[in-house]
Structures are given as C-alpha cells and as structure tokens.
C-alpha cells in the first residue's frame, strides 16, 4: 500500500521569496507522483506530475519538484512566489497504471505581501 | 469542450438521510473517480467506474454506491447518512483507465449532514 506524507500544514511566506512544500510518500512498488493545488471553493488542478524520464519537472507556472527515488521525496518549489499562489497543495501518488490516487493532508501555502 | 461539473454545489442533509449527487464528465471521457475530502484532509478514493462497471473501490462502506450512465454522467449515493459524511465530495474523469495523471477533477459538491 502507499501513502504519502506532507510535513508542513500550513508555510507562510512573503511575496518573491523562494518556498519548498515537502512531501515524502511509501510504496513498495513503482509509483507515478504528482503535485495538485486547490484555489478557495474550486476542485482539484494538476500542477504537475512525474511519470518517467527527468527526475526534474516544471510547470507553467514557476513550480517544479524533483522526484528523488532514494529519500523517497517529491518536493515542490518555486524560486519566487506570488500573491496568487495562495492555495492548498496536495501531494499525491498512484500505482503505475492505476487511476487511484493517494493524497497526502495538504498544506496551505499563504503568500502575504 | 466542457469540463467536469457536478451538482449541486452545496446541500444540507439529516442524519440518517440518503442522498444523491451528480457528476457529468468531460467531454469523451469514459471513466470516472470519486472522492471524499473532509475538513483539513486530502481527498481519498471512493470508486471508480469504468464504462458503466465499477472497477475499483477504496475503503468506504457498502452505503456508498454508484452507478454511470451510457453517456458517462455518474452518480454518488449514499444512504443512512452519518455526520462524518460531511464533506467535499469530488469527481474526476479520464479518457481511459491507467490515465491518474490525466484526470480533471470538477469543482466537488460540498455535503453537510447536521
């Protein structure tokens, strides 16, 4: 079975500084990893996710996260963040090929400005 | 192209009432997800269904049933509803099964049971 660990509640962070949301996970096999965000009242938005290939992905947006197979981590960052980037993200995975998606608790990223 | 919506957005419900909520998926998609997201959790896996048959569960009582439609509409039902039913309940659509990296999620139905 998996399961994924968000150590980080809630980061607090100030406009155009860097932040790093972490995320651990377990599972004895091979898993595909993602990372989803959640505005106020709206459902969930991919942000990113890692499948194969570079252990290093990037979204859009300014977010990336780099899948590191020995410490089991999956760890989200942006070199500077935005007001808007204020929002619950989730870390998530699934069994390669499988539609089931296991979260972790989430953490609420609040930029002030 | 549409995306995911369900319906509706909030209701409220008593204990021990059974309730329905709706799901219609994106456009050409054939396999549907659902959710449970409680208060400050992350959502957990419900069931799934593909083309009309469910194919998969998570670890949710019998009270909690589905059903999708020929055009992949879907539906979450739950009876005897409990308090610790309230919750956000999401779903999320797929081309195909094996596609978790290529779900789009709706904007969920927020359940409250007083």
């Known amino acids: 079975a998996q399961s994924v660990t968000q150590l980080d509640s809630q980061v607090p962070v100030f406009e155009e500084a860097p932040v790093e949301l972490r995320c651990n996970y377990s599972s004895s096999v091979s898993v595909y990893l993602f990372w989803y965000v959640q505005y106020p009242n709206q459902g969930l938005q991919l942000l990113l996710k890692?499948?194969?290939?570079?252990?290093l992905v990037e979204s859009i947006n300014g977010f990336e996260a780099e899948f590191n197979k020995s410490q089991t981590s999956f760890h989200l960052r942006k070199p500077s963040v935005h007001i808007s980037d204020t929002a619950e993200y989730f870390c998530?995975?699934?069994?390669?090929?499988?539609?089931?998606?296991?979260f972790g608790t989430g953490t609420r990223l609040q930029v002030f400005p | 192209e549409t995306g995911v919506t369900q319906s509706p957005t909030h209701l409220i419900k008593t204990r021990g009432q059974q309730v329905t909520l709706r799901c219609s998926s994106q456009s050409g998609h054939n396999t549907v997800s659902w959710y449970q997201q409680a208060l400050g959790q992350g959502p957990q896996f419900i069931f799934q269904?593909?083309?009309?048959?469910?194919?998969g569960r998570g670890n949710f009582p019998p009270r909690f049933s589905g059903l999708q439609f020929p055009n992949y509409s879907s539906e979450l039902n739950v009876n005897a509803l409990e308090l610790d039913d309230s919750a956000l309940y999401l779903c999320a659509s797929s081309l195909a099964l094996g596609r978790a990296g290529e779900q789009y999620f709706g904007p969920g139905t927020r359940l409250t049971v007083t």
């Open positions: 890692y499948l194969s290939g570079s252990t």
């Open positions: 998530a995975v699934s069994e390669m090929d499988t539609d089931k998606l296991i």
């Open positions: 269904y593909y083309r009309e048959e469910e194919n």
